[in-house]
């Protein structure tokens, strides 16, 4: 008896994660990842408050050493922070090998995005809201009664309230 032929449903599209997962485990592994999990799920595993602060760079093994040593990277400012946490992180990433894969977490204190770039970012401070000026408002609103819709009515009186608002400013 003879299977009746089955017709693809993908019309030769391929998932991309199938794609790419051999070239994300060479990338990994060149790493010393020899799970790409821990990068992938690093906020899962150690909790998003460790994972704010620091992400993994390397797991590098030594000669003749039992387990391998984790390469956090970290600002100088949260590697005390990091420092104290290091059990407990140790602990969860070895919980997701399911074994004592880990045996040391090694501390790098530097920018993530290099040392030239990595320079504190300094960002101005939010801007106060400016009230208008009560008699632009008051205008505005005189000139904005006449429509009938209330959503047109506000919509021109914020237009209108703009407008006098800028020309007033230009005058001084």
Known sequence: MKTPYRHSTTRGFA???GLLQSRIREATESRGFAQSRLL???????GSAVAQIAR???VSYGRGSMGATLSLLTTGAQAPMLEMQKTQILEKVNACYGYRAISRIRITQTAPV????GQAQ?????????????DVV??????ADGAGDE?????????ATNVLSKTKKHKR
Request: hydrophobic share 40%; glycine share 2%; charged share 30%.
């Open 138 to 143: 008051k205008e505005a609103q005189a000139l």
């Open 151 to 159: 959503k047109l009515r506000l919509a021109l009186e914020a237009l």
């Open 40 to 46: 992938t799920h690093w906020v899962e595993i150690v």
């Open 114 to 117: 290099g040392f030239a770039e």
């Open 122 to 134: 300094f960002t101005h401070a939010p801007k106060a809201e400016k009230r208008p000026d009560p």
């Open 56 to 58: 993994p760079v390397e």
């Open 15 to 17: 998932r991309t994660s």
